[in-house]
């Protein structure tokens, strides 16, 4: 083909692609082809065949390496010389049917607790699927949820063995109406699992969170005056900077302002103690809730907002608390706890 006449119905293919654009009301710019120059394959912050690039552009800062956590080895006997002889798991499960469906039972069985504790379960109890309120590994289970609202917070307690007894809330209607608390007696202790109010986006409800703190305390403290208890569930609550990945950032959000971190300081004050601190006190990067944004599970930028506290008289029994960092299926991870009792 002669090139004089080639280029000439290019350009008259170009012209009416402008016109065309512009009549569209779209960007008009198109640019014409241009030799490439030798070696120019090379991508971007890379060096193919590993010859330095003819220009070197400025490097940006290199993305840190994410520190992630892993859960040591179980430790089966307490500091007492006791062998464990009561398992217990606590999981937010961020809505239990979503949770079911991406196989949640699956991990507990092989897990196999005496006790399964589950927090924002989102599901009114008669809409319960099947494949929980079926499953014959757990006789006794126990459910509460929101009264005003569906969908919203929520917990459950699944046993192998009979409780002596069981209760709902705390004994305060504006609580309890969230179901968000259920209490089981055994012989020699009481097992609370809770679900404790977000301060939510805004602090909005960080007035709530303070009064709840207060009630929460004063109904834990009446309840170790009878018999010893562990409290297990999401506490909302980055306690210590420590907890956090990045504590600077977040001193005026929800679950780590200096009014949040307080309550939970009276509550160990109170006579309770972080299981996972007293036998952990100095360990970095152990989380158990990671938001879905910005790949942070990956990144392991995350909060410890789920907790066992004990009595004091039950702390000769403890023998491990573990973060299951490595279950998935909500944005929290199960723990579990390791007691001689």
């Given at each position: 083909m002669h090139f004089g006449l080639c280029s000439s119905r290019i350009l008259c293919v170009r012209v009416c692609a402008v016109s065309f654009l512009r009549v569209c009301g779209l960007k008009t710019t198109v640019s014409m082809p241009k030799r490439a120059k030798k070696n120019e394959e090379t991508v971007e912050g890379e060096t193919g065949n590993g010859a330095e690039p003819a220009k070197k552009e400025k490097k940006g800062k290199e993305p840190e390496a994410p520190i992630l956590y892993e859960d040591p080895p179980d430790k089966m006997t307490?500091?007492?010389?006791?062998?464990?002889?009561?398992?217990?798991?606590?999981?937010?499960?961020?809505?239990?049917?979503?949770?079911?469906?991406?196989?949640?039972?699956?991990?507990?069985?092989?897990?196999?607790?005496?006790?399964?504790?589950?927090?924002?379960?989102?599901?009114?109890?008669k809409a319960l699927p099947s494949e929980i309120t079926d499953m014959p590994?757990?006789?006794?289970?126990?459910?509460?949820?929101?009264?005003?609202?569906?969908?919203?917070?929520?917990?459950?307690?699944l046993c192998k063995t009979e409780p002596l007894n069981v209760t709902y809330g705390i004994g305060k209607e504006e609580h309890d109406k969230e179901g968000r608390v259920i209490t089981a007696e055994f012989p020699s202790f009481f097992l609370v699992t809770a679900y404790v109010p977000n301060a939510s986006r805004g602090l909005?409800?960080?007035?709530?969170?303070?009064?709840?703190?207060?009630?929460?305390?004063?109904y834990l403290s009446g309840l170790?005056?009878?018999?010893?208890?562990?409290?297990?569930?999401?506490?909302n609550v980055a306690h210590q900077e420590i907890d956090l990945k990045n504590p600077k950032g977040n001193r005026k959000n929800a679950g780590f302002t200096p009014e949040e971190r307080e309550g939970f300081t009276k509550l160990l004050e109170a006579g309770f103690t972080d299981s996972f601190r007293e036998l952990y006190p100095e360990q970095a990067?152990?989380?158990t809730f990671w938001t879905y944004m910005m790949n942070a599970r990956a990144k392991n930028v995350g909060w410890r907002l789920d907790y066992f506290l004990l009595s004091s008289a039950l702390l000769p029994g403890l023998c491990d608390s573990k973060?299951?960092?490595?279950?998935?299926?909500?944005?929290?991870?199960p723990i579990t706890l390791y007691l001689a009792v």
């Open positions: 307490s500091k007492d010389g006791r062998a464990s002889n009561m398992k217990i798991t606590s999981w937010n499960v961020d809505g239990l049917r979503a949770w079911v469906r991406k196989n949640g039972l699956d991990w507990v069985r092989k897990e196999d607790p005496d006790v399964l504790c589950l927090q924002e379960t989102k599901c009114a109890e590994e757990y006789p006794h289970k126990y459910w509460a949820g929101s009264e005003d609202k569906e969908g919203y917070s929520g917990v459950a307690m909005v409800r960080l007035d709530y969170r303070k009064t709840w703190d207060v009630d929460f305390r004063a170790d005056q009878r018999k010893p208890l562990v409290l297990c569930g999401d506490l990067n152990a989380y973060i299951r960092n490595t279950a998935m299926g909500s944005d929290h991870c």
